[in-house]
């Protein structure tokens, strides 16, 4: 494997572009945290023609749910959860700019196209590895819907977060050799 | 008659799922090291190391070993000349669970309605499994599930006709279409035989054995070594990114079922495949 690449959000087009499936990465800077709930709030807001709470543009979304953390840690764990059950809402926030989605497990073919059209990629974080990953969460704070708990949309600042390129934006994936329903 | 008071099964209680939310077994480390050697991806190789850096972060550092912390899974067996003391058995369960899942700061999971989804804020309630078996000791097994591995189980109800191959090819199918979605490398929990629930009963029973040994009925082992073998060579590795890992073991339990029926349960865990018991 090769030296991973550095990357600082925001991701602008250009270099997502230029990201290839297999790529090892290191992500810095600000990721937004959401995950089932959040993303059904997200669509329900766009929906309503209401303004999101966050600027999609460039963004980088993670899914996950932390746990909380002991009192000297930001979390105590916090790895991927699987993505394809936030593949229904992905494209309409894909549109919006949304450039990168860190999650774990294969994505719909309704999402590869919205990430070829608009240039975003997918990328794989190891899921069971809460541990590891939330050693790289230097800050959060909430964004909103506190109400969701471990669900709520927070803002993170991560330091070379480690993930891999799954999906490229030009549709290929390391996902080659399994069935998506 | 032997008394046993519902505040030391919830005591103990408490200790289980500290300990299992916090360290992995010792089988389950020999596992993944095992894996790690024989692993032909380098990056199969790379996200097992990852795996065995994060179990020793998790225990040195006081952190869970993964952020789902999962559906509180309660099996008691209880002796049947235990005598139950000092209250009820079920709400001192429920007070167990709330004070781990908040005191080791673990993640709340469980929302009151499939629908509503509104979160209990507490974890409870936890899934609790009770037996009466002989004797005057009482077993308790906990097991903290996952959620992502939990939504690609399934079961078949398969005909007789399907036979040994049908039954092998749907467990297979069931492991192979849910890629990297479980976080593989997977424990496989099979129920073969029964009814509809009893075989569901019956893999996550077989997720309980402890990791790697085989099942009594030696057609039974067999089975689990060809179908650890066979998901093996379908490629999906760890994480489903590739590689010759997607199981570390698979445990079958069968049971006698129906003259019309061949039902087949798969439960699958993921590779933090936490659980801790007690004898009281």
């Known amino acids: 494997m090769s030296e991973p690449i550095k990357l600082t959000t925001p991701l602008t087009e250009d270099q997502t572009r230029v990201l290839r499936a297999g790529d090892q990465i290191r992500i810095s800077g600000v990721v937004y945290t959401a995950r089932d709930a959040a993303h059904k709030r997200l669509v329900e807001l766009l929906d309503q ?53 860190i999650g774990k497990g294969n994505r719909s073919p309704e999402v590869v196209d919205a990430m070829k059209q608009h240039g975003a990629v997918y990328f794989a974080a190891t899921g ?37 390129v799954a999906i490229d934006a030009e549709g290929t994936s390391l996902y080659g050799n399994q069935a998506m329903e | 008659m032997r008394e046993l008071s519902v505040a030391t099964i919830a005591t103990h209680l408490e ?17 993944l090291r095992e894996a790690q050697a024989r692993e032909s ?65 673990l993640r709340k999971s469980m929302v009151e309605h499939p629908l509503a989804r509104k979160n209990t804020g507490d974890n409870n309630p936890p899934i609790i499994h009770i037996r009466i078996v002989p004797g005057e000791q009482v077993r308790m097994r906990f097991a903290a599930k996952g959620g992502g591995c939990e939504n690609m189980s399934r079961i078949g109800m398969l005909t007789p006709s399907a036979g040994r191959e049908g039954v092998m090819d749907f467990i297979v199918r069931t492991v192979c279409e849910a890629g990297g979605n479980p976080c593989p490398p997977v424990v496989v929990g099979v129920g ?30 067999e089975m689990e070594r060809e179908l650890l073998a ?47 018991e007690v004898i009281l």
């Not at chain 1, 790289?136 to 977060?161: H, P, Q």
């Not at chain 2, 070993?65 to 003391?85: K, N, R, W, Y």
């Not at chain 2, 009963?201 to 790697?212: D, F, T, V």
């Open chain 2, 41 to 105: 991806s380098a990056s199969g190789r790379a996200i097992l190391s990852e795996l065995l850096q994060n179990a020793d972060i998790a225990r040195l550092e006081g952190r869970p070993l993964c952020q789902d912390t999962g559906v509180a899974l309660v099996f008691l067996d209880i002796g049947q000349d235990v005598h139950i003391v000092g209250g009820d058995l079920q709400p001192a369960i429920y007070r167990a669970v709330r004070n781990a899942y908040q005191d080791n700061y």
């Open chain 2, 192 to 221: 073969l035989g029964g009814n509809f629930e009893k075989s569901a009963m019956l893999a996550k029973e077989a997720l309980m054995r402890p990791l790697g040994d085989h099942a009594e009925r030696e057609d039974d082992a």
């Open chain 2, 15 to 31: 200790i289980l799922i500290n300990q299992a939310s916090f360290n992995l077994g010792e089988r389950e480390l020999c596992a």
């Open chain 2, 230 to 276: 066979r998901i093996n060579a379908e490629g999906h590795g760890p994480m489903g990114l590739g590689g010759t890992t997607t199981a570390l073991a698979v445990h079958v339990i069968s049971h006698p079922c129906h003259i019309a029926s061949l039902p087949v349960a798969v439960n699958i865990d993921c590779h933090s495949h936490r659980h801790a």
């Open chain 1, 49 to 101: 023609k209401q303004p999101l709470p966050f600027d999609m543009d460039g963004a980088i979304i993670y899914y996950v749910g932390p746990t909380p953390g002991a009192p000297d840690q930001v979390f105590g764990a916090a790895g991927p959860t699987t993505s394809y059950r936030m593949d229904a809402y992905a494209p309409r926030l894909i549109a919006l700019g949304l450039r990168g989605m």
């Open chain 1, 128 to 164: 069971g590895a809460g541990a590891l990953l939330a050693k790289c969460i230097v800050k959060s704070e909430t964004v909103a819907w506190d109400d969701l708990g471990a669900e709520a949309l927070r803002r993170l600042e991560v330091v070379n977060f480690p993930v891999v």
